[in-house]
């Protein structure tokens, strides 16, 4: 039996597996609602193209961060062609990891006193 992988591991994540994890984290989702929510949430600033959306889940399905999911929501709303997507276990507490790494960065006094600096111009 072998040991579940350190979260830490997997650190620094890109922006783009970042921005994916947590709009699974907040549920399942098909791709292309992955795109639109994360085009929503940075009102524009981050496009994720299919070709890159859909080879970054596969990498995420292979390292065990994302899952299929065969749950699905109500005929009338679907199209059975789509496939849905939830974070796991592994996927979650990396994102934990992620942000906990990001959020000391914050804190830093350099980085303080550059988001003061750039506050002012």
């Known amino acids: 039996m072998s040991a579940a992988p350190n979260p830490d591991s997997f650190l620094p994540l890109?922006?783009?597996?970042?921005?994916?994890?947590?709009?699974?984290?907040?549920?399942?989702a098909h791709g292309y609602e992955i795109?639109?929510?994360?085009?929503?949430?940075t009102e524009g600033a981050v496009e994720i193209s299919t070709a890159v959306l859909y080879r970054t889940l596969s990498r995420l399905l292979k390292q065990g961060l994302v899952a299929e999911t065969q749950e699905r929501p109500d005929p009338a709303e679907d199209d059975s062609r789509r496939r849905y997507y939830r974070v796991t276990a592994l996927?979650?507490?990396?994102?934990?990891?992620?942000?906990?790494r990001l959020r000391s960065l914050l804190k830093s006094?350099?980085?303080?006193?550059?988001?003061?600096?750039?506050?002012r111009a």
Do not use: F, N, Y
């Open 14 to 28: 890109k922006p783009v597996v970042l921005h994916i994890l947590l709009v699974l984290s907040e549920g399942r």
């Open 35 to 41: 795109m639109q929510t994360v085009s929503e949430r």
């Open 91 to 100: 996927g979650s507490a990396v994102v934990t990891s992620e942000l906990a």
């Open 109 to 119: 006094r350099s980085v303080a006193d550059l988001l003061r600096t750039a506050d």
